[in-house]
């Protein structure tokens, strides 16, 4: 085990001693290696380890949070408590009674879980290097006419220790590997660039990457990014569209997963990041019966599978919507103190030198029972929209619009297929009651897609999840932003 968990226990001893009403820590492990291979030359690779603890304290109704990096002796995590306390203390003496933290109960675990992987990517780099090369070689292969002006394809691993332990009595080890690779591609010609990218892998070892045809995906890149270069503008035109489930992981994300999350529901965030355009409608209708969508935690194989969250709640699947109807939020003990509802295991840190924020772990709209073909065949004119780039949301995530990798035009119940059907530089734009009111069909075929670069908190906490869903018709507008 590569964590102490005597320092963690004795800095819980230690923060009560002082006086703190709740304490808990993480002590994290963390390695990584990555590698980037620019046009087939490897720009580099790099490699890191970092290990240390993050103390948080109540006191007084109030946060305080310290972290270490490296701890190395008993003295030294007692003054990061110490620091912890006084911080809190300073804050707690000027709240009024009706702003201090409450934290809702919680059932306490003593656990150990290994999110297991097949194939140890730390051990296998070299595979994983020669995996690298051969999607560069198929992007290559690709290019007859010498129309691609940039290969870039980036891969690696993060391996991740995580003991978490509270003054309730929790005490649970965590342990977990990412692999990852995103591949871009950009064809140019004359004036024109156009950029197709991909992001591939999961919470597993190497395994993750071998199981995704990343050859065969490689090389669908590189054709379609050559085949914009002679694709035309879309006009602009509301109209039926189907999103792809990578596409449909963005609009989750950005439309429906944050403002699930409670603390932009109360508004908490509304100076840096906004608020929550269903704030105060649980129980009401926000879109069509069509429309359901969950955060789970325990997907097997996704960025943001986990079985605790950083609170040491139990994860398991978290209801937002049903049937069209707003029912759920995600949480922390804090924010469900609020709701008195139960925690969820919503909260989640970067890393341990964080405080822990509530957090998108797995959030997707669920599949129904259409196939792709059905939804197809029913549209007599709208647009097949592929891929995500780009989002920009209004602060309440109300109004939105999202570029896309490309569309392809849906004529008389098919879609146009080669050049003459491809659309590029495409956004998509909606506003969230008119959308989700809209949606009319979802396939049985859904995807979980992997989220590398979440962006929340102050200071700015990056953090990976999992997105997705099925292929959803639905009312949107689509226009291009270049002539």
């Not at 990041?273 to 194989?301: C, F, H, Q, Y």
């Not at 647009?383 to 008389?412: F, L, T």
Request: net charge negative; glycine share 8%.
């Amino acid at each position: 085990m590569s964590v102490d968990e005597d320092l963690a226990a004795m800095a819980i001893r230690h923060a009560l001693t002082l006086g703190a009403s709740y304490a808990d820590t993480r002590y994290e492990y963390r390695e990584s290696r990555w590698l980037l291979l620019d046009d087939a030359k490897i720009e580099h690779i790099a490699y890191s380890t970092e290990r240390g603890m993050g103390i948080r304290v109540l006191v007084d109704g109030t946060w305080g949070f310290y972290a270490i990096t490296e701890p190395s002796s008993s003295d030294e995590v007692r003054d990061g408590v110490e620091k912890a306390f006084k911080l809190a203390k300073g804050s707690g003496a000027r709240l009024k009674d009706r702003d201090k933290v409450r934290l809702a109960d919680m059932k306490v675990y003593r656990d150990k879980v290994g999110i297991g992987f097949k194939k140890d990517t730390r051990e296998m780099f070299d595979e994983l290097l020669r995996l690298t090369k051969d999607v560069d070689d198929a992007v290559k292969s690709i290019d007859k006419e010498r129309r691609i002006h940039r290969r870039s394809i980036s891969a690696g691993y993060d391996y991740v220790e995580k003991l978490f332990v509270s003054s309730d009595g929790s005490n649970i080890l965590q342990s977990y590997m990412d692999s990852v690779m995103s591949i871009s591609v950009t064809a140019h010609e004359g004036s024109l660039n156009e950029t197709v990218s991909r992001t591939e892998g999961g919470r597993g070892g190497l395994e993750v990457l071998e199981s995704t045809d990343v050859i065969a995906i490689a090389s669908s890149i590189a054709s379609n990014a050559i085949m914009l270069l002679d694709a035309k503008p879309a006009r602009e035109d509301k109209a039926t569209v189907i999103m792809d489930p990578d596409f449909v992981a963005l609009l989750t994300h950005e439309i429906l997963g944050h403002p699930s999350e409670a603390d932009r529901v109360l508004g908490y965030e509304m100076a840096w990041a906004g608020g929550a355009w269903w704030a105060g409608m649980l129980g009401k209708r926000i879109g069509s019966e069509m429309l359901n969508v969950s955060d789970d935690p325990t997907i097997a194989g996704s960025l943001g599978h986990y079985m605790y969250d950083d609170e040491g709640v139990k994860a398991s699947e978290k209801v937002l919507v049903r049937d069209g109807v707003l029912v759920g939020h995600m949480h922390s003990r804090e924010t469900a103190s609020l709701f008195n509802v139960e925690p969820n295991a919503g909260m989640r840190a970067t890393g341990y030198e964080f405080i822990p924020l509530i957090r998108m772990a797995c959030t997707y709209i669920k599949p129904l029972d259409y196939s792709i073909e059905e939804m197809i065949k029913d549209v007599r004119h709208g647009y097949m929209i592929h891929g995500q780039k780009v989002p920009s949301i209004d602060m309440y995530r109300y109004n939105w619009s999202i570029s896309c990798q490309y569309a392809r035009r849906i004529e008389d119940g098919e879609v146009v297929e080669g050049p003459s059907g491809m659309l590029r530089d495409v956004i998509v734009m909606g506003n969230a009651p008119e959308f989700f009111a809209s949606i009319d069909a979802c396939s049985k075929h859904y995807e979980i897609r992997p989220i590398l670069n979440c962006g929340k908190g102050d200071p700015m906490q990056t953090l990976r999840m999992g997105n997705g869903g099925p292929y959803v018709r639905a009312i949107a507008t689509v226009k291009s932003v270049a002539g």
